[in-house]
């Protein structure tokens, strides 16, 4: 049951809860049936053994025989009745405790669901302290993390299997989910409610770290990049900010300030392009530059054209954004 995007593997308490509940839904099942099969069979035994020689009626009597069917009947009706209730009892129980307030001390983030991509607001009282990525969420392992949810167009749905039951994105109408990882790992989210095109592509990553590493990470994320600081990366900044990219994306310390496309300001420090669809290596992020269709048809990525200096240029710059 292991697995980095499977429900049957929790890794923190609001899984966990679901994780029970899916147990004890399997369990009872599983018995009912193999019950209903023994009853079956021993049924069809005993009609076997009677055919053949007619019932004595004076022996095993209609009437008698009617008043022991509707006695079974009866009780194996009481008893379905008794589990159904105690399957919805469990069912509603884990639904309340599943939606139940964040804990008070929880960190705050904000996801918002874009065709075909995650956007994620850290938040901080202190304006200075919030930064935004996409696609990959880090999180301490032990904390409670609060996740407000909004949707910036059709609705989507935000779904970490291992770490917390699904929340629906749905435009014009924020809500809130909260998760916690007890053990630190890489966890897959997939977008759980069709949205068009590129939905089955719409994935992300949450790192669960020790608090240590995740001050790390955080401290680096809100970092502005430095000022390129050879030719080559002054030439690539150059490039990017020539082509139509700062239209939507946003890379801090430069006029490229676009917010309908994935903030780049530390694009190389994510595992991941393109929402989860490709690894975020050199020739994964050449290709998708000169030809974003391909690996993801539809997706609101323009193809530009681009010399081959000019490329590469702009990928030493752009790796250059840790
Ligand atoms: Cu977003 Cu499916």
Redesign the pocket.
């Given at each position: 049951m292991n697995g980095i995007q499977s429900m049957l593997d929790s890794a923190g308490p609001q899984a966990g809860r679901i994780e029970g509940l899916w147990w004890l839904f399997f369990w009872v099942c599983a018995v009912v049936f193999a019950l209903v099969m023994i009853a079956l069979g021993m049924a069809v035994v005993r009609s076997r053994r009677r055919e053949g020689h007619r019932l004595d009626p004076l022996l095993d009597p209609p009437r008698e025989r009617e008043r022991r069917m509707a006695r079974t009947v009866g009780g194996a009706a009481a008893v379905s009745l008794l589990i159904l209730l105690g399957l919805l009892v469990a069912s509603v129980s884990t639904g309340r405790a599943v939606l139940s307030p964040s804990p008070p001390d929880a960190l705050g983030i904000e996801v918002v669901?874009h065709?075909?991509w995650w956007e994620i607001r850290y938040e901080d009282p202190v304006p200075s302290r919030s930064f935004t990525t996409a696609n990959e969420i880090h999180i301490p392992v032990g904390r409670p993390v609060r996740v407000k949810t909004r949707s910036a167009d059709?609705i989507?749905?935000f779904w970490v299997p291992n770490l917390h039951g699904k929340r629906d994105?749905i435009p014009d109408f924020p809500s809130e989910t909260w998760l916690q990882a007890d053990r630190p790992g890489v966890f897959r989210g997939q977008?759980?409610?069709?949205?068009?095109h590129q939905?089955a592509n719409?994935s992300l990553i949450v790192v669960a770290e020790p608090p240590e590493a995740f001050e790390k990470w955080r401290a680096a994320q809100l970092q502005t990049p430095p000022p390129p600081a050879t030719p080559l990366l002054r030439r690539g900044q150059e490039v990017f900010l020539a082509l139509p990219c700062p239209t939507c994306h946003t890379i801090a310390g430069t006029p490229a300030g676009g917010r309908t496309a994935p903030d780049l300001s530390h694009l190389a420090s994510r595992r991941t392009l393109a929402a989860g669809t490709l690894p975020n290596t050199r020739g994964h992020l050449a290709g998708w530059i000169l030809d974003p269709q391909t690996a993801k048809p539809g997706n609101k990525m323009p193809a530009v054209a681009l010399e081959s200096d000019d490329l590469q240029a702009l990928l030493a710059y752009l790796e250059s954004l840790r």
């Open positions: 669901g065709q075909w059709v989507h749905s994105l977008c759980a409610e069709f949205c068009g939905h719409m």
